[in-house]
């Protein structure tokens, strides 16, 4: 593979997401519909007065995976926290809107893994 | 942060990479100097006769990082199975080769984490 700039791989945005909850997607095998939580997004708007507030949010996106098969048992993601890129162009799979991608690693082995941080970091932290 | 295409994505080589030894870096209090392995390489060269031989030989890297102040005691990471960018420009830093780069989470709060495969699978294995 070509080699790349510190800057190219720093446009690539990787944060740890904790997996609220998983549904498969009906009529497609390998497909899991994914809702998880990036953390506070915090906003500044203006009131009605014109002052800046700052608002909290969470970043909770849907993102549709192709890993179901993967697991005996899906629900087992459900309150983990791992690796996603966070700042792909949104995709539509099945009808369905992805807004983001779950890393992991494979070969043409049948080995796969996510990618785990330590489980007690925060939801939304991103790769420096 | 800007959204980009997943073949902006896909030029960044992302692999397990199982730690085989650490030093600390002498007068410098940040850094480790690793030793990584990558897994097998297959090479392809001629013999004698000029027939092509397939030969097999492992990709170990020295690689050189900043994260000794996020460990009580670094030799923790011997033999852990961690994720790498395996892609980047060689870089030489405190005059020693670093031929890769550590994957880590962090924020401005000290929170911090490597990203752990499961660790039974090979090193080497590549995010697809």
Same mark, same amino acid.
């Given at each position: 593979?070509?080699?790349?700039?510190?800057? *190219?791989?720093?446009?690539?945005? #990787?944060?740890?997401? *904790?997996?609220? @909850? +998983?549904?498969?997607?009906? =009529?497609?095998?390998?497909?899991?519909?994914?809702? +998880?939580?990036?953390?506070?997004?915090?906003?500044?708007?203006?009131?009605?007065? !014109? =002052?800046?507030?700052?608002?909290?949010?969470?970043?909770?996106?849907?993102?549709?995976? !192709?890993?179901?098969?993967?697991?005996?048992?899906?629900? +087992?993601?459900?309150?983990?926290?791992?690796?996603?890129?966070?700042?792909? *162009?949104?995709?539509?799979?099945? !009808?369905?809107? @992805? =807004?983001?991608?779950? #890393?992991?690693? @494979?070969?043409?082995?049948?080995?796969?893994?996510?990618?785990?941080?330590?489980?007690?970091?925060?939801?939304?932290?991103?790769?420096?």
């Amino acid at each position: 593979m070509s080699k790349i700039s510190i800057d *190219e791989f720093a446009k690539v945005e #990787l944060a740890v997401g *904790e997996i609220l @909850s +998983v549904e498969k997607v009906e =009529n497609a095998d390998k497909l899991l519909k994914l809702s +998880v939580d990036f953390g506070e997004i915090k906003n500044t708007e203006k009131d009605e007065e !014109g =002052n800046e507030v700052e608002t909290i949010s969470r970043d909770i996106r849907q993102i549709v995976s !192709g890993i179901a098969l993967y697991f005996e048992d899906y629900k +087992v993601l459900v309150n983990k926290k791992v690796m996603f890129v966070v700042n792909l *162009e949104p995709r539509t799979i099945k !009808g369905l809107e @992805s =807004n983001g991608m779950i #890393l992991a690693v @494979s070969n043409n082995s049948g080995d796969f893994s996510l990618l785990y941080p330590d489980q007690k970091v925060s939801a939304g932290l991103r790769a420096k």
